[in-house]
C-alpha cells in the first residue's frame, strides 16, 4: 500500500472574517496533529504539496464567465450583478483570495486523483477538499469551485469508473446533479434530510438518477437525532453491497465530520466511533480511494476525527486491548483520545430515527438494489 497526504501551509493564511463558519485551518490542524503522533512518518506515506488547479482544468465543470467573475473577487472586488453567480452572500462571499484558496483546493483534489491513476498511490486524502454545493456558474454553501466534479469529469475521459460516496451532514446536490444519468460514476450521499438541513430542496431517496443512470444515484436522508447505532445499521445495509456490485476503479470518499452530534450546524448526533467506521468500511471497498475533507464547524472535531481517519486509512490504529483497556473511559495522550465518548440517545428517540431509516432503507432496497443486480 502506498498513500499520500495533501497539505498546503497557504490554505490557513485565507481568512474571511472571525465570525465566518468555513475554517480554513482544517488542513493544518490534521495535518499537524497526524505529525504530532507520528502518523506520517512511514516509507509507504508521501505528503504532497498542493498546486492551484489549471484554468483548463476548471473548464472541466465551470463556466469561463464564472472563473472571470471569481477571479475579480479574488482581489476583492465585488458588483451587485455577482450575487445572480452566489458570489457575496453571507455563505459565499468575495474576499481577498478567494479565488486562490479554493483554486488551491480544486489542485489539491485534481493532484489527488493523478497519484492514483498514475503516481502509484493507493490512497489518498486531501483534507480541503470536497465542495460539493459549487454549480457550474455559481457558489453555494461555501463552496466556490467544484473540485469534485472536475476530478470526476477527467477520470472519466480516462475511461475510469467512479464511486462516490459522501457522509458529509449536507446532500451532496451539485454531484448528483452533473452525473444524475451518468452510469459511470455510482453516486451515494447519506446526509441530513432536506427537511431540516440545507440544501433543503434536493437529497431524498426517490431522486435515484435518470436515463442510464437510473439506479445510479442513492440518497439517504436521516432525521435529525440519528445516532451511531441507525447511523451504521443504514451505512452496513447500503454502501457494502453497493461497493461490491459497481466495482468501482476508485473511490472518492466525502467524509465531512458536520455527522458529528457537536457540530454547530446541523442536528445528527453521531460521534466519531460511527463515523470511524464508515470510514474502515470505505476503505476496506476501495481498490484506490480519494478522500476528501468536506464539511465541518468545529475545529476540535476536525482535528480528531481527520486524524482517526487518516491513521485508519493506513491501517495505524490503537490496538483492541488498549481500547478494551481504557474503554472509553481514559482519555490520555494517543488515538484513543481522539475519539468521541459515546454518546446516550433516549430510546422514544431512537426509536423515532430507526422507523424512518428503517422505511428509506427499504424504499432503497426496492427501487434501486435489483437494478443494480443486489439480491
Ligand atoms: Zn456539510
Redesign the pocket.
Known amino acids: 500500500m502506498k498513500s499520500a497526504f495533501i497539505h498546503s501551509d497557504e490554505f490557513s493564511k485565507f481568512k474571511v472574517s472571525k465570525e465566518y463558519p468555513w475554517l480554513t485551518e482544517r488542513s493544518d490542524v490534521t495535518y499537524n496533529k497526524c505529525k504530532e503522533l507520528r502518523l506520517l512518518d512511514h516509507d509507504w506515506i508521501e505528503v504532497v504539496q498542493s498546486k492551484p488547479a489549471s484554468i483548463k482544468d476548471l473548464y472541466l465543470y465551470h463556466t469561463k464567465e464564472y472563473i472571470d467573475l471569481l477571479k475579480k473577487a479574488d482581489k476583492g472586488f465585488f458588483d451587485e450583478s455577482m450575487l445572480r453567480y452566489g458570489l457575496g452572500t453571507l455563505e459565499c462571499p468575495v474576499a481577498k483570495g478567494v479565488f486562490k484558496y479554493h483554486n488551491l483546493a480544486a489542485g489539491a483534489t485534481i493532484a489527488g486523483a493523478n497519484l492514483l491513476v498514475r503516481g502509484g498511490k493507493d490512497i489518498v486524502f486531501s483534507p480541503t477538499g470536497g465542495f ?1 454545493h459549487a454549480g457550474p456558474d455559481f457558489a453555494s ?1 461555501f463552496c466556490y469551485i467544484n473540485d469534485i466534479n472536475i476530478a470526476i469529469n477527467k477520470l472519466l475521459k480516462m475511461g475510469k469508473r467512479i464511486l462516490y460516496i459522501d457522509i ?3 446532500h451532496s446536490d451539485m454531484v448528483q446533479e452533473a452525473f444524475y444519468s451518468n452510469p459511470d460514476v455510482m453516486k451515494i450521499s447519506f ?1 441530513e434530510s432536506g427537511k431540516t438541513l ?1 440544501p433543503w430542496k434536493t437529497g431524498f431517496e426517490n431522486e435515484i438518477g435518470k436515463g442510464k443512470g437510473k439506479g445510479y444515484n442513492i440518497n439517504f436522508p436521516l432525521p435529525e437525532n440519528t445516532g451511531d447505532e441507525e447511523f451504521l445499521w443504514a451505512f452496513e445495509r447500503v454502501f457494502p453491497p453497493v461497493a461490491r456490485a459497481f466495482k468501482a476503479d476508485i473511490t472518492f470518499a466525502v467524509i ?1 465530520v ?2 458529528i452530534s457537536s457540530d454547530p ?2 442536528h445528527l448526533q453521531v460521534t466519531n466511533n460511527a463515523f470511524i467506521k464508515a470510514v474502515k468500511i470505505i476503505k476496506q471497498a476501495s481498490a484506490k480511494l480519494l478522500a476528501l475533507g ?3 464547524y468545529l475545529l476540535d472535531n476536525i482535528e480528531r476525527s481527520w486524524t482517526l481517519a487518516w491513521a485508519a486509512m493506513n491501517d495505524l490504529e490503537p490496538k483492541e486491548e488498549d481500547a478494551a483497556t481504557f474503554g472509553g473511559m481514559f482519555w490520555g495522550d494517543g488515538l484513543s483520545s481522539l475519539l468521541d465518548r459515546p454518546l446516550f440517545l433516549p430510546d422514544n428517540i431512537k426509536k423515532m430515527t430507526k422507523k424512518e431509516i428503517k422505511r428509506v432503507y427499504q424504499y432503497i432496497a426496492s427501487n434501486i438494489f435489483p437494478i443494480l443486480g443486489i439480491k
Open positions: 460539493h454553501g458529509d451532514a449536507h446526509h440545507f465531512g458536520d455527522i450546524l446541523a468536506c464539511g465541518g
